[in-house]
């Protein structure tokens, strides 16, 4: 029986990384764990290596506050601006005594009115709420979901980076240990 941690309360990212493992793994029974950690990072990752950074800390973090387990999986939400453009994005590690796996999701471009919140110091998910007159919905749809009417919610977004970073482990022959305490 896998023993995963979320390095996250987050309803959203705890059934991501439960449900991508159960899609990869379907005759796997899960034993699964939530808990918060710190990702070593702002509030609002900023760029992509920044929110890789946030990532990879929660996945250590998490393995370091539960060692006993088999898995430990960091997911975090992050923006790239370029004066022009926001975009906006996750990235999800997950980590075993032996393997790391990385993947980023799909981007897309946040709405000027969002993003000039952002810029001005909003987390993603406060100027989401401010902007459609949400409450708390990075626990829910996320901006994907607020912008597709949820055709795809924040869970489906993440959802196909969560099982892109489980490759190494589903193809283990093909992708030899790497040193797992390495971060980056």
């Known amino acids: 029986m896998p023993r995963l941690v979320i390095a996250s309360t987050n309803p959203v990212k705890v059934a991501v990384a439960t449900n991508g493992f159960r899609r990869l ?4 029974v899960i034993d699964s764990h939530s808990i918060a950690v710190p990702s070593g990072v702002s509030r609002q990752p900023s760029t992509d290596a920044e929110t890789l950074t946030g990532a990879l800390t929660r996945a250590a973090n998490a393995q370091q506050a539960m060692p006993e387990a088999d898995y430990w999986i960091g997911i975090e939400g992050g923006i790239e601006d370029d004066g022009a453009e926001m975009l906006a994005f996750a990235w999800i590690v997950v980590r075993s005594r ?3 796996g990385k993947s980023r999701s799909g981007t897309f471009c946040l709405p000027p ?4 919140l952002v810029r001005q110091g909003k987390e993603l998910g406060e100027a989401d709420d401010l902007i459609f007159g949400q409450s ?4 829910a749809a996320g901006a994907v979901g607020l912008l597709t009417d949820n055709v795809i919610d924040r869970a489906q977004l993440y959802e196909h980076a969560m099982i892109l970073a489980l490759i190494p ?3 283990e022959a ?3 240990p790497t040193l797992a ?4």
């Open 25 to 28: 793994f379907p005759h796997a």
């Open 98 to 100: 032996d393997r790391i």
């Open 113 to 116: 009115a969002v993003a000039n």
């Open 136 to 139: 708390n919905s990075k626990q």
């Open 169 to 171: 482990f589903k193809n």
């Open 174 to 176: 093909l992708y030899p």
């Open 181 to 184: 305490d390495t971060i980056g």
